[in-house]
Nanobody
Framework: QVQVVESGGGSVQAGGSLRLSCRCS????????MGWYRQAPGKERDMVAL???????TYADSMKGRFTISGDTAQKMVYLQMSDLRPDDTAVYYC?????????????WGKGTLVTVSA
């Protein structure tokens, strides 16, 4: 059993900043990727940023320069520093980790944390 727990969401005015945190825990032998997705009302869930166990990062184009992913997959922690937030960043932000115990890799999701950006 793997648990993914996010924290740090909230409400902020446009131009402000927030930092999200996420921990994966439970029956985990190894994690190869952790990251963040988001889902705005009425839209699909989209990738925000990913961090691999090698330290490589990937960002969605609209987040480059404003969002920074950091963390340590060995410590099972990932963070998302969000700056210069815009109203269209309003969404539920989901943390994910691709992990395995002794079997195959599985993608595990958190329940999400709401970020609301007001104009």
């Amino acid at each position: 059993q793997v648990q993914v727990v996010e924290s740090g969401g909230g409400s902020v005015q446009a131009g402000g900043s927030l930092r999200l945190s996420c921990r994966c825990s439970g029956m985990i032998f190894s994690i190869k990727t952790m990251g963040w997705y988001r889902q705005a009302p009425g839209k699909e869930r989209d990738m925000v940023a990913l961090l691999t166990r090698d330290g490589d990062t990937t960002y969605a184009d609209s987040m480059k320069g404003r969002f920074t992913i950091s963390g340590d997959t060995a410590q099972k922690m990932v963070y998302l520093q969000m700056s210069d937030l815009r109203p269209d960043d309003t969404a539920v932000y989901y943390c994910m980790c691709i992990a395995r115990d002794s079997g195959p890799w599985y993608t595990h999701w958190g329940k999400g944390t709401l970020v609301t950006v007001s104009a």
